[in-house]
């Protein structure tokens, strides 16, 4: 542990979070030194700057043959993600990058597609919600080096990343171990804040300035992609996602964009040792968008939130010479290396279900003979449709042959008077034993299809029924009363 404490003591004239945040991006001291890069293509045709700075080029003692890591090495490896128009050259990660392989890592900076001096290569841009190249990073380099264990680093809009990150991938990640400096956390609330002071204006202008910067580097692609006139117009961070990155990212609003990047919801589902700073006088972030609850109650994570600190300042000792944060995030990874809580993957097996969920296939319930309750199938077995196909062919037949007795019926001679009574009495006999048999068939034949259809029906025709057969009771009762010896005397 250090023996300044953990403790965060701001410099006493940077106390002001305006003058941290401005003296970091104008003298942010950091120190000096070179960059190994590695160029890492995507398999939507993108380019990313991978800028390694290995422990053994701090130390100057040659570990590696060549400077390349073998395989099978174990030292640790610090993947950082910058903040917003930020790259590996930025002062505050120059500093972090320096301190942590000074302490035994290696480290590398995943600039975001087209900074870092690496053109727009496809028509694919990195945005607040865009997983998907830490994702490839760090798989690759779990591939690479599998015995190394993996931490991420994240700030600013990169802290929100790397948290969105680390829920949508639960347990199954190849990260030991997270830290997050400044996250913006719901990005909704952060665009309502920093336009709402004068002050918070003037850090929302800046920030737009350098996005359309970052444009005019990349200018044919957002020109066809992209509002172009409203980027050069854009007078706020919201102007630019409206004109830009909404559009390259196909998102109808900009709040859309803005809820749908947002880390916030994914904090229950981290599964990795993590560890978030964000100073509660942060001129561009603000506390009110920080999910204090959630935070509490997820156990892999620690909330630090010092007084101080400004925006990914943090300024420590009477000349301002070190960050703090980069101190407690070196602290950290110290501390998690070597006790069990680093987090392992689990890989989790695609779910296969073992049975085929009959209630998916219809909506009723069927009542077996037995007494057991089961979802009821909407498609018949092939036992069902058999007997159904032989009960109509059979039900044809005896249909054809009554049609041809009929038809003899007819053509024989007219009776005579004599005969009528006694004939129209067999025929209403008949009549009225083929009506019951054929209602009798058609209820065979539902019954079959379904048994227990015919207690449905029952219970239909008895509730829609029984308002008009109550009303015939009444009336037919309430005449009976009306005649009886006691209501006349009743009435006398």
């Given at each position: 542990?250090?023996?300044?404490?953990?403790?965060?003591l701001?410099?006493?004239?940077?106390?002001?979070?305006?003058?941290?945040?401005?003296?970091?991006?104008?003298?942010?001291?950091?120190?000096?030194?070179?960059?190994?890069?590695?160029?890492?293509?995507?398999?939507?045709g993108?380019?990313?700057?991978?800028?390694?700075?290995?422990?053994?080029d701090?130390?100057?003692?040659?570990?590696?043959?060549?400077?390349?890591?073998?395989?099978?090495?174990?030292?640790?490896?610090?993947?950082?993600?910058?903040?917003?128009?930020?790259?590996?050259?930025?002062?505050?990660?120059?500093?972090l990058?320096y301190?942590?392989?000074?302490?035994?890592?290696?480290?590398?900076?995943?600039?975001?597609?087209?900074?870092?001096?690496?053109?727009?290569?496809?028509d694919?841009?990195?945005?607040?919600?865009?997983?998907?190249?830490?994702?490839v990073?760090?798989?690759?380099?779990?591939?690479?080096?599998?015995?190394?264990?993996?931490f991420i680093?994240?700030?600013?809009i990169?802290?929100?990343?790397?948290?969105?990150?680390?829920?949508?991938?639960?347990?199954?990640?190849?990260?030991?171990?997270?830290?997050?400096?400044?996250?913006?956390?719901?990005?909704?609330?952060?665009?309502r804040?920093?336009?709402?002071?004068?002050?918070?204006?003037?850090?929302?202008?800046?920030?737009?300035?350098?996005?359309?910067?970052?444009?005019?580097?990349?200018?044919?692609?957002?020109?066809?992609?992209?509002?172009?006139?409203?980027?050069?117009?854009?007078?706020?961070?919201?102007?630019?996602?409206?004109h830009?990155?909404r559009?390259?990212?196909?998102?109808?609003?900009?709040?859309?964009?803005?809820?749908?990047?947002?880390?916030?919801?994914?904090?229950?589902?981290?599964?990795?040792?993590?560890?978030?700073?964000?100073?509660?006088?942060?001129?561009?972030?603000?506390?009110?968008?920080i999910?204090?609850?959630?935070?509490?109650?997820?156990?892999?994570?620690?909330?630090a939130?010092?007084?101080?600190?400004?925006?990914?300042a943090?300024?420590?000792?009477?000349?301002a010479?070190?960050?703090?944060?980069?101190?407690?995030?070196?602290?950290?990874?110290?501390?998690?290396?070597?006790?069990?809580?680093?987090?392992?993957?689990?890989?989790?097996?695609?779910?296969?279900?073992?049975?085929?969920?009959?209630?998916d296939?219809?909506?009723?319930?069927?009542?077996a003979?037995?007494?057991?309750?089961?979802?009821?199938?909407?498609?018949?077995?092939?036992?069902?449709?058999?007997?159904?196909?032989?009960?109509?062919?059979?039900?044809?037949?005896d249909?054809?042959?009554?049609?041809?007795?009929?038809?003899?019926?007819?053509?024989?001679?007219v009776?005579?008077?004599?005969?009528?009574?006694?004939?129209?009495s067999?025929?209403?006999?008949?009549t009225?034993?083929?009506?019951?048999?054929?209602?009798?068939?058609?209820?065979?034949?539902?019954s079959?299809?379904?048994?227990?259809?015919?207690?449905?029906l029952?219970?239909?025709?008895?509730?829609?029924?029984?308002?008009?057969?109550?009303?015939?009771?009444?009336?037919?009762?309430?005449?009976?009363?009306?005649?009886?010896?006691?209501?006349?005397?009743?009435k006398?």
């Amino acid at each position: 542990m250090d023996p300044k404490g953990p403790r965060y003591l701001v410099t006493p004239w940077l106390a002001s979070p305006h003058i941290q945040t401005a003296f970091m991006n104008f003298f942010g001291r950091p120190p000096v030194f070179s960059y190994r890069r590695q160029i890492f293509r995507t398999s939507d045709g993108g380019t990313l700057a991978l800028d390694w700075l290995l422990s053994s080029d701090v130390s100057g003692v040659a570990v590696y043959v060549e400077n390349v890591i073998p395989k099978h090495d174990a030292t640790p490896i610090v993947v950082v993600i910058p903040g917003l128009t930020s790259d590996s050259e930025s002062a505050y990660l120059k500093h972090l990058a320096y301190n942590t392989a000074k302490r035994g890592r290696n480290v590398v900076v995943c600039n975001h597609r087209g900074l870092g001096g690496v053109s727009i290569t496809s028509d694919c841009f990195y945005n607040a919600a865009w997983t998907e190249d830490i994702r490839v990073i760090v798989k690759h380099l779990h591939c690479e080096y599998p015995d190394a264990p993996l931490f991420i680093v994240g700030t600013s809009i990169g802290a929100n990343v790397v948290v969105k990150y680390l829920g949508e991938e639960g347990e199954d990640i190849a990260i030991a171990g997270a830290v997050v400096i400044c996250s913006p956390w719901d990005l909704l609330i952060g665009s309502r804040y920093i336009g709402r002071k004068f002050i918070q204006k003037f850090y929302d202008r800046a920030l737009a300035v350098g996005l359309q910067g970052y444009a005019q580097l990349h200018e044919p692609r957002y020109s066809r992609l992209a509002n172009w006139e409203g980027i050069l117009k854009a007078r706020s961070i919201r102007d630019f996602d409206n004109h830009a990155t909404r559009i390259v990212g196909k998102y109808e609003t900009v709040d859309t964009y803005y809820r749908h990047s947002s880390s916030t919801p994914y904090v229950v589902n981290v599964a990795v040792p993590l560890l978030c700073i964000s100073a509660l006088d942060d001129p561009v972030c603000t506390t009110e968008a920080i999910p204090w609850d959630e935070c509490r109650v997820n156990r892999n994570i620690v909330l630090a939130t010092p007084q101080h600190g400004g925006h990914l300042a943090f300024f420590e000792g009477i000349t301002a010479s070190s960050l703090w944060w980069v101190r407690a995030v070196n602290e950290y990874f110290d501390v998690l290396h070597m006790s069990p809580y680093m987090h392992k993957q689990k890989k989790i097996p695609a779910h296969v279900p073992t049975l085929e969920s009959l209630i998916d296939q219809g909506p009723f319930v069927s009542l077996a003979v037995d007494g057991m309750v089961a979802a009821a199938s909407n498609e018949p077995s092939k036992a069902e449709v058999d007997e159904d196909f032989t009960n109509l062919d059979k039900q044809t037949i005896d249909m054809s042959e009554q049609d041809e007795q009929e038809k003899d019926y007819v053509s024989k001679d007219v009776p005579s008077v004599s005969q009528i009574p006694e004939q129209v009495s067999n025929t209403s006999a008949d009549t009225l034993r083929n009506a019951t048999s054929l209602i009798k068939r058609r209820l065979d034949q539902l019954s079959r299809h379904s048994r227990k259809s015919m207690w449905l029906l029952t219970y239909v025709a008895i509730a829609t029924s029984w308002p008009l057969v109550g009303s015939a009771l009444f009336f037919f009762f309430k005449r009976k009363i009306k005649k009886s010896p006691l209501s006349i005397l009743q009435k006398r």
